[in-house]
């Protein structure tokens, strides 16, 4: 498929892009090297209690950790000096070939430079190129780099979190009144559906430049919050999946499949989502969720993130007695809401238990594992090819119910990340792949591209000088359903 308009990339100054190469991937990059250099040191202290044996292999460790950190300082000056993206080297996972072969046809097209490169292809590139610096260690293999950093941002979101948790301990008690009254359970399932959308609005690579009070900010919940917010949906399409959703009535195994996003508040959300439609719904029976196999965009989730989403939760040392040194407020959740957390994890750990929750990969799965269908969510591919470059997981989604695109990068390789036009209908702009099964989209706008938007709309907010299309406070629910 080719869109009649080129791909974003860094040659408009305004845009967010340039944006990103100019200020957002060097602070990622240079956090990962302090990550790095943390563990080094911390190794380095360990070392004098160590026994020989043991001391040799922590020094290997130690030199593999600097030599990620040179690579690391190398792509770093190579960006600011708009120098040559150098091919992922064979390093045994997924993939390679995929990047190199693409990255041939850019040097032919001479757009192989790290300024002249799409910006969906080129960041892609990055979170694989850095993965190979791990991969080609004998101590790093498992290593996530982001892990500390998901983690602690995860522990910082507990009083959204609690007061989740007690939303559905509520509706608990509203459970045969919810079941017997469509109209009611569409205003939970509205207020559900908004709350795992701005659930996206918190991920870590926008971090760079939101401040932690901010954050929170976001991840105010409840329903004054949400109807606060409802005004920054530009397009809104909750109707059209609650009439979707109805349409299931009397199916039999109707799955819905979440193409996760963000670990930490945003997988959060994305559980109480799916705990929502399989418990109070009787529309779906089954949920699959889809990961990253590698650390992706900062913040994905991978199978590991997964597996200890639940753990966390359900620890009682994992969210803050009192505030930290380290900016997480205390939870201060009462002993009640306390209980409502562990009821509703326990319950998604019974689904998790009985395959109701079900990850796409075995949930044991370690980073860089290979998976036919999950390697094509971290190629650098836009989804409308879908069906030629991974048909297997597109043969797999057609038996879905509903598959639930969530967040930023997804919503890119979904419109291809070009230069549409703001109207654009959705239909339009994810191409081919339109009809092949239920698509919903929910996104928090933080890349330049936009679909689906009022033309007058879209107009209005460019002259404003805000920056909607990226400023994370605007956001689409964007639904395409299934040909007929
Ligand atoms: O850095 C590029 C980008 O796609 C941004 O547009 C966005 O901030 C981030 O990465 C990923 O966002 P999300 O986690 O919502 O996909
Ligand atoms: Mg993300």
Redesign the pocket.
């Known amino acids: 498929f080719q869109a009649p308009y080129p791909p974003w990339d860094f040659t408009d100054r305004n845009s967010?892009a340039f944006e990103?190469v100019l200020r957002?991937w060097p602070v990622i990059l240079t956090g990962i090297i302090d990550n790095i250099y943390c563990r080094n040191h911390d190794l380095g202290v360990s070392l004098p209690s160590k026994s020989e044996e043991e001391k040799a292999t922590v020094e290997v460790i130690i030199e593999e950790g600097k030599k990620i950190i040179s690579k690391i300082g190398e792509v770093k000056y190579d960006m600011a000096r708009d120098r040559v993206l150098q091919p992922i080297p064979e390093d045994g996972e997924a993939l390679t070939d995929v990047y190199n072969k693409e990255l041939e046809k850019l040097a032919k097209k001479k757009q192989n430079t790290w300024l002249t490169v799409p910006w969906l292809y080129s960041?892609c590139y990055l979170y694989r190129l850095i993965r190979s610096f791990f991969v080609q260690t004998k101590h790093w293999k498992d290593y996530d780099p982001f892990l500390a950093q998901k983690e602690a941002t995860f522990q910082k979101s507990s009083k959204a979190i609690y007061q989740l948790a007690t939303t559905m301990h509520e509706l608990e008690g509203d459970k045969h009144t919810l079941a017997s009254d469509p109209d009611n359970l569409k205003v939970i399932f509205k207020e559900m559906i908004q709350m795992c959308l701005w659930g996206?609005a918190t991920?870590l690579?926008?971090l760079t430049h939101l401040s932690h009070d901010d954050i929170q900010h976001l991840q105010t919940v409840g329903r004054d919050a949400q109807a606060a917010r409802a005004e920054y949906i530009l397009k809104d399409d909750q109707e059209k999946v609650w009439q979707h959703l109805t349409s299931l009535t009397g199916k039999e195994d109707s799955r819905v499949d979440f193409v996760l996003?963000?670990a930490g508040f945003?997988l959060f959300t994305d559980f109480v989502f799916a705990d929502f439609l399989v418990t109070y719904t009787p529309y779906v029976s089954k949920v699959v969720f889809h990961p990253k196999l590698i650390p992706w965009?900062v913040?994905?989730v991978t199978p590991p993130d997964f597996k200890s989403a639940t753990k966390s939760l359900l620890s009682p040392t994992f969210f803050p007695q009192e505030d930290t040194p380290e900016g997480a407020p205390a939870s201060g959740a009462s002993e009640e809401s306390r209980q409502h957390l562990y009821e509703m994890v326990k319950r998604w750990e019974s689904y998790i238990e009985s395959g109701v929750f079900s990850l796409s990969v075995p949930i044991d799965s370690p980073l860089g594992s290979s998976d036919a269908q999950a390697n094509f969510w971290t190629s650098p591919y836009p989804y409308w090819n879908m069906k030629e470059l991974a048909p297997e997981l597109h043969k797999s989604l057609e038996d879905s119910s509903l598959v639930i695109f969530?967040?930023?990068?997804?919503?890119?390789k979904l419109t291809g990340d070009v230069q549409w036009p703001a109207s654009t209908p959705f239909e339009t702009a994810i191409g081919p792949i339109a009809g092949s099964f239920p698509i919903l989209s929910l996104?928090?706008n933080?890349?330049d591209v936009i679909v689906g938007v009022d033309q007058e709309v879209a107009d209005k907010l460019d002259k404003s000088g805000e920056k909607w299309r990226?400023n994370?406070k605007y956001a689409v629910v964007l639904f395409q359903p299934r040909a007929t």
């Open positions: 967010f990103t957002r960041e996206n991920d690579s926008m996003d963000n945003e965009f913040s994905d969530k967040g930023d990068l997804n919503f890119r996104r928090t933080k890349a990226y994370g």
